[in-house]
């Protein structure tokens, strides 16, 4: 049986547990799911007998995420369209460490897309050693590898996330000057002011979930995500009948990148992550599916975000 010092240990790592399993996952309900279950192997442990418990709560929250990520696949291919990650709204604790870029970069709404494309073993590797600098030592001993490979393993996995653009670095304020100008050209009536701020290769792309409809295949180039956009703000009453109302538009952050939100009666009924490059705006990604907009909706509520920017259809 847990005394109070085991629970108040297992608490205390309960943040760093949950932000490895959200980047491991893309999913806060997922990565709770995981910490979760970590808590009750702890509970069933003989404690007194874990040397470093940091380093088994690791192992066992890891191998948890490993488990979860290969059933996961089997799942993603009869999901309904085009799988995004769970957006993250600014201030949320587990979004995790954010000192150093190489932190702030792996929780990017872009790299965790990306990460799709790893093994687990490799976001797995990728994700301890870039968003938690723990040495390749320690990396070997939570997944029984040797270091050796725990290094091939992360510059294989690092080389598939570096194939994306480079993201540039922007603090709260320039991202809401971003959303508003990105707005404000979305909005005009016209497509030619939306292409002057993407790049020429820029995509567009939505998850639904099957739940609320989002184009399944990307729209590529600068008209065509212009286009897209400027169709996607225009008036209509379907849109209001599908997600309930008229959104109200927000401008803030999701996991660290430029983001607008659309709320309806204090419900985030959608987040569209804007990915920001040196060339112009390389991506929007939009999460409209319900499911995955929960603890974005309850973290929204938690904080006055003032007067939206203007309100949609």
């Not at 910490?35 to 690791?58: G, K, N």
């Not at 769970?86 to 965790?112: F, H, I, K, N």
């Not at 938690?302 to 920017?309: S, V």
Request: proline share 5%; net charge negative.
């Amino acid at each position: 049986m847990l005394t109070a010092l085991d629970v108040d240990r297992f608490e205390a790592a309960r943040p760093r547990l949950a932000a490895v399993a959200y980047r491991m996952l893309g999913s806060a309900t997922e990565a709770e799911d995981a910490v979760q279950e970590t808590f009750l192997r702890w509970q069933a442990a003989d404690v007194e007998q874990i040397e470093v418990p940091e380093a088994w709560l690791t192992k066992v929250l890891t191998n948890l995420c490993l488990n979860q990520l290969t059933s996961a696949r089997a799942r993603r291919e009869t999901y309904v369209g085009q799988w995004l990650p769970e957006p993250l709204l600014a201030g949320d604790p587990m979004l995790g460490p954010a000192d150093t870029a190489e932190q702030r970069e792996s929780v990017s709404y872009a790299v965790l897309t990306l990460m799709e494309r790893l093994s687990p073993n490799e976001r797995a590797v990728y994700v301890l050693r870039e968003a938690f600098d723990y040495p390749h030592r320690e990396i070997a001993e939570i997944l029984d590898l040797s270091e050796a490979a725990s290094q091939q393993i992360f510059h294989r996995a690092k080389k598939h996330v570096a194939d994306g653009k480079a993201r540039t670095e922007i603090d709260e304020a320039a991202a809401r000057r971003i959303v508003e100008e990105f707005l404000a050209a979305a909005t005009s009536g016209r497509t030619e002011p939306l292409v002057r701020l993407l790049t020429a290769d820029a995509i567009a792309i939505g998850d639904g979930g099957g739940k609320v409809p989002a184009r399944a295949r990307a729209f590529e180039g600068a008209v065509a995500v212009a286009k897209f956009l400027w169709g996607l703000f225009r008036p209509a009453e379907a849109k209001r009948a599908i997600i309930g109302g008229s959104p109200e538009i927000y401008a803030t952050t999701a996991n660290g990148d430029p983001a607008v939100v659309a709320v309806v009666d204090g419900r985030v009924v959608g987040v569209m992550c804007l990915e920001v490059t040196a060339e112009g705006i390389a991506a929007s990604r939009n999460q409209v599916n319900p499911d995955k907009l929960a603890r974005a909706t309850a973290r929204w509520a938690a904080e006055d975000h003032g007067k939206p920017l203007f309100t949609a259809f």
